[in-house]
Nanobody
């Protein structure tokens, strides 16, 4: 069964950090670009960060630039999202998704597989 699974969510105070992981089972991620998305209550889902299959291309939502870092360890079949200086407005369910190819750029479109999400809550 091909699936993605997110982990690492939780509750944290403003200014805190979390590292989300996106692990694949049933397929290898090294041929896939990965996107991290989030959906806050009452809002549409938005792309937060993406990384190409090689890891050489990355992109970030403007509001998370300099605070979030995406990375991948293809040997572990896992992609990470390091989130620092978290703000209450970062509260959302975070999803990872994979799109085949995406070697020379990264994208938030045309995702082939989605995880079920992990909840991040930033509150004092």
């Amino acid at each position: 069964q091909l699936q993605l699974m997110e982990s690492g969510g939780g509750s944290v105070q403003p200014g805190g950090s979390l590292r989300l992981s996106c692990a694949a089972s049933g397929f290898t991620l090294d041929s896939y670009g990965i996107g991290w998305f989030r959906q806050a209550p009452g809002k549409e889902r938005e792309g937060v960060s993406c990384i190409s299959s090689s890891g050489g291309h990355k992109a970030y939502l403007n509001s998370v630039k300099s605070r979030f870092t995406i990375s991948r360890d293809n040997a572990k079949n896992t992609v990470y999202l390091q989130m620092n200086s978290l703000k209450p407005e970062d509260t959302a369910v975070y999803y990872c998704a994979a799109t085949y190819g995406s070697t020379t750029s990264c994208t938030f479109y045309g995702m082939d597989y989605w995880g079920k999400g992990t909840l991040v809550t930033v509150s004092s």
